[in-house]
């Protein structure tokens, strides 16, 4: 069993920056894969970045890349999300999740998800 409490969202302003935790709970941390999703109204949950178990492997989906970084340190059962250049589009609930196996990118692979954290950007 894994819990997550996602922090760190808020308003800022399109060009700004927000970065994202997410703690989880449980002795087995590093050995899960983590993925930040988004979803925003009326719009599916996607998958925006995940990191490998060990942090060696990493996804981005087109539209965050050169933007976002996704890491994790394991010794603090913690994961991040940093977000640089933010635009409005990226308004959205963003969700941290666990996986046990290897980097997943599909929102149906994860087994345990946060409650969300609102980011909002406004133009």
């Known amino acids: 069993q894994v819990q997550l409490v996602e922090s760190g969202g808020g308003l800022v302003q399109a060009g700004g920056s927000l970065r994202l935790s997410c703690s989880a709970s449980?002795?087995?941390?590093?050995?899960?894969?983590m993925g930040w999703f988004r979803q925003s109204p009326g719009k599916e949950r996607e998958c925006v970045a995940a990191?490998?178990?060990?942090?060696?492997?990493?996804y981005y989906t087109d539209s965050v890349k050169g933007r976002f970084t996704i890491s994790r340190d394991n010794a603090k059962n913690t994961v991040y999300l940093q977000m640089n250049s933010l635009k409005p589009e990226d308004t959205a609930v963003y969700y941290c999740?666990?996986?046990?196996?290897?980097?997943?990118?599909?929102?149906?692979?994860?087994?345990?998800w946060g409650q969300g954290t609102q980011v909002t950007v406004s133009s």
């Open positions: 999740a666990a996986h046990p196996y290897a980097i997943a990118t599909m929102k149906g692979e994860y087994d345990y």
């Open positions: 449980g002795r087995t941390f590093s050995s899960y894969a």
């Open positions: 990191i490998s178990s060990s942090g060696g492997s990493t």
